[in-house]
T-cell receptor
């Protein structure tokens, strides 16, 4: 498996522009997570989906952030409009819940999308 | 709600020194425990995990961790660190089918 695939790896944009980050989870995983990592706040869970349904979006900073998962193999995190304080590395991760002996319950991270908002 | 506490934010060691990073969690029931490592500029990778059985868990690159249920601890150890172990280490816990709760991380710097 190619693992969790994120794009773009790097994005530099200007304040006010729309940013869309993309994620393809590991095939067969039924849960997908979006995290944000900064030096100041560390690793923060933004939102997660189970079977394509958003379960908990309490970590989403504000209405400028939105996430979708239209199918089991694709998710987007959108920021509109973007602000300099959104600069961070955004990680997508996935797992499947089940019996530990089957290899389930292990969260696998993508390589991340480094966002810089000028 | 579960929480994870990592005692040290920064640790500096010389090569060949022994390492122990502390991790305590708060949850009264059965838990799954993890250590993840993030090398500079990279993503989080699984170092080792504990679900059940032998409380001494061996992971990759010579790391091990011991689950002590009475102390709610899952400390990470390595007998002799290398410069290439310089990274940030995250302890994480979940219970049942809940999401992972991560600690704030410990930055390890190994000087050659």
């Amino acid at each position: 498996d190619a693992g969790v695939i994120q794009s773009p790896r790097h994005e530099v944009t200007e304040m006010g522009q729309e940013v869309t980050l993309r994620c393809k989870p590991i095939s067969g995983h039924n849960s997908l997570f979006w995290y944000r990592q900064t030096m100041m706040r560390g690793l923060e869970l933004l939102i997660y989906f189970n079977n394509n349904v958003p379960i908990d979006d309490s970590g989403m900073p504000e209405d400028r952030f939105s996430a979708k998962m239209p199918n089991a193999s694709f998710s987007t995190l959108k920021i509109q409009p973007s602000e300099p304080r959104d600069s961070a590395v955004y990680f997508c991760a996935s797992w499947t819940l089940g019996k530990a002996s089957s290899g389930a319950n292990v969260l696998t991270f993508g390589a991340g999308s480094r966002l810089t908002v000028l | 709600a579960q929480s994870v506490s990592q005692h040290n934010h920064h640790v500096i060691l010389s090569e060949a020194a022994s390492l122990e990073l502390g991790c305590n969690y708060s949850y009264g029931g059965t838990v799954n425990l993890f250590w993840y490592v993030q090398y500079p500029g990279q993503h989080l990778q699984l170092l080792l995990k504990y679900f059940s059985g032998d409380p001494l868990v061996k992971g990759i690159k010579g790391f091990e961790a011991e689950f002590i249920k009475s102390k709610f601890s899952f400390n990470l150890r390595k007998p002799s660190v290398q410069w290439s172990d310089t990274a940030e280490y995250f302890c994480a816990v979940n219970a049942g089918y809940s999401t992972l709760t991560f600690g704030k991380g410990t930055m390890l710097l190994v000087s050659p």
